[in-house]
């Protein structure tokens, strides 16, 4: 097993917060950028929108917090339902349509050719009794029912 492209990543990252953290002060101690930058563009936003009331009335809705909060959590459990309906979608899929199979059964192969013995070793997996009890009693009616093939449960059977 070879350490070179974790360091070479870590190298990477290393540099690239490097380059951000000189940035952004080159941008703080410039004397183009004003001391109070956000203060301007209020100003400017404000005596537009004082002189339309309609448009006054719309911002004013729109950032009302327990509006915004309200419609980020609908947006949230929407997002949720919609994923969890793509999953079983997919799952459902897999399980009945034969060209599905054959890619997800080649994806697996693919994935045992290539793992890692620190994948595959019983140090990288996760113990039993620190699962949650929803995985765990999933890994359990996969291996009895059999219903689980290739890589859509290589990672129930490897936990």
């Not at 897999?94 to 890692?116: E, F, M, T």
């Not at 019983?122 to 620190?130: L, Q, V, Y």
Request: proline letters at 4%; charged letters at 15%.
């Amino acid at each position: 097993m070879s350490v070179v492209p974790l360091l070479v990543d870590l190298i990477a990252a290393f540099a690239a917060g490097l380059l951000a953290l000189l940035g952004a002060r080159w941008y703080a101690r410039s004397p183009l950028t004003p001391k109070r930058p956000t203060e301007e563009v209020a100003r400017i936003v404000g005596d537009e929108v004082r002189q339309h009331t309609g448009l006054r009335r719309l911002v004013v809705r729109r950032l009302d917090r327990s509006v915004t909060t309200g419609l980020l959590l609908t947006l949230a459990l929407a997002l949720t339902l919609v994923g969890g309906l793509v999953l079983g979608v997919l799952a459902l899929l897999v399980r009945r349509v034969a060209a599905i199979q054959h890619v997800d059964n080649s994806v697996a192969a693919w994935v045992q050719d290539h793992s890692s013995p620190l994948s595959t070793s019983r140090r990288a997996r996760a113990p039993a009794s620190a699962m949650p009890a929803s995985i765990r009693r999933s890994r359990y009616v996969g291996q009895v029912s059999g219903a689980c093939s290739g890589a859509s449960c290589a990672a129930v059977h490897t936990l």
